[in-house]
């Protein structure tokens, strides 16, 4: 069993996103194109084409499931095109299985995320703890011990609470979140659909509260996590923080990492925008994912050093190899993460000419080769272009006639020229070539 996407109808136009496979591994699609070439709407398109009833503009495989599993969105940029879960929830024909994990969620963002991320990680006792391995590596990779540390705060008036004046309290907790998140209405709106009497609204949030103060003492509170300690009854406080995070009851007041360079704790705020994107995205699938889910990543090169957006594919297949039969998407600008795919499920889709190559032929390439052949952005003095040029030109001194293929060579050369600026010296070796074909024709 899996779910594979082969082709989606959007904006009117057909867009392959992958082949007919008999196995079950993950199938990795990258989408490229320049700005407004439409890919976050691609994207976007297939999040709403599998998150409400089932969209006839979907080819799915021979063998794929109708639906996936879970449909999960990740962005760390503040403009992607993905639903956001409240707004998708009140449409009718709604699945409930959405899961979106970016910046127009929260005001908190990156804190409650993460926080939120962890907390879904360990809720109830199905612990993954070969996933929390795969994090722990996720952590050295990026300079950190496998564990973290929440500091938390509880947001609300304890001495209304206390004194049971429920509608002071209620009112009081109602002001303080209005203004500052504007999702905050819908969620609660929506949680209080489950207890429509006010005393009883308050009463289970004064009984979360008990639990998390029958282990913590105080206002202000924290806990540490250990990605490697097996021990899960370490972590049930979790599962009562839960709620309490999603309502703002109890805010996140920091995230410290331990750097295994400095030898010390640091906040996730101190750390690079690098770091603290890719834990954010991993953790965000991590907590979401099942066996034969469809996950849509959005530009996830924002903020990521050239090094790390060139193993983000491989980083993604090793710590969700677990898992089978998912289609993964991600849109994006760079070179570097279409370098780095080497699945053998992996597709790569050019918004430009519609054309969709498997990654054995873009594998191990080099970025310039990926910003003449995928971006049709070569840039100035691109190697791949020059190095193309130099062969034709030896070839045809060597042979002191042209052949059919030196002419194809030739034509893909022209084809590049219209991208290159006059001043690059690479603009002035392709004219140098097409005089030597003049003279040799």
């Known amino acids: 069993m899996k779910f594979q996407i082969i082709n989606i109808m959007s904006d009117g136009r057909k867009f392959n ?23 976050s709407r691609l994207l976007s398109k297939t999040v709403n084409s599998f998150i409400f009833s089932k969209d006839d503009s979907v080819l799915l495989a021979n063998h794929s499931i109708e639906h996936p599993e879970k449909v999960i969105a990740i962005s760390t940029g503040r403009f992607d095109k993905f639903p956001l879960y409240v707004h998708a929830a009140k449409n009718k024909d709604f699945k409930n299985n959405y899961f979106y994990h970016g910046v127009k969620a929260n005001n908190n963002f990156p804190s409650a995320t993460l926080t939120k991320g962890v907390a879904s990680i360990f809720h109830g006792m199905n612990v993954n703890h070969e996933i929390l391995k795969r994090l722990s590596g996720l952590f050295d990779y990026l300079g950190f011990s496998p564990m973290m540390e929440i500091n938390f705060s509880i947001n609300v008036n304890m001495g209304k609470l206390q004194n049971r004046n429920y509608v002071d309290f209620y009112n009081d907790y109602v002001e303080r979140n209005r203004f500052k998140d504007p999702t905050f209405i819908e ?25 998390t103060q029958g282990s913590y003492l105080g206002k202000n509170f924290y806990l540490k996590i250990d990605f490697c300690d097996e021990n899960i009854n370490l972590y049930k406080d979790l599962e009562h923080l839960l709620p309490l995070i999603e309502l703002n009851v109890v805010q996140v007041k920091d995230i410290r990492v331990f750097s295994k360079k400095e030898k010390s704790k640091i906040s996730l705020f101190q750390t690079s925008s690098g770091q603290q994107c890719m834990i954010l995205m991993m953790i965000g699938i991590v907590s979401s994912i099942s066996d034969n889910s469809l996950v849509c990543i959005d530009e996830p090169e924002i903020s990521l050093h050239p090094k790390w957006q060139l193993e983000f ?48 032929e873009n594998s191990l390439r080099s970025a310039d080769y990926q910003l003449a052949e995928v971006f049709d952005a070569p840039g100035y003095r691109n190697e791949y272009i020059t190095k193309l040029s130099i062969d034709l030109f030896a070839r045809v001194k060597k042979n002191k006639r042209i052949d059919d293929n030196d002419m194809l060579s030739l034509s893909k050369l022209k084809e590049f020229k219209k991208y290159i600026e006059i001043e690059d010296p690479v603009y002035e070796l392709i004219e140098t070539l097409e005089e030597v074909f003049d003279y040799y024709g």
Do not use: M, W
């Open 187 to 211: 969620r609660l709106n929506s949680y209080q659909k489950l207890y429509p009497h006010l005393e009883d609204f308050v009463s289970n949030i004064s009984g979360y509260i008990q639990k």
């Open 17 to 39: 996103l992958s082949q007919e496979s008999d196995n079950e591994d993950n199938v990795f699609t990258i989408i490229t194109g320049k700005n407004s070439s439409g890919k």
């Open 313 to 360: 594919i491989s980083i993604l297949q090793r710590t969700f190899s677990d898992y089978r039969g998912c289609h993964f998407l991600l849109a994006t600008h760079s070179p570097q993460i279409i370098s780095g795919l080497r699945a053998n499920n992996g597709y790569i889709l050019s918004l430009e000419n519609d054309e969709l190559t498997s990654s054995e």
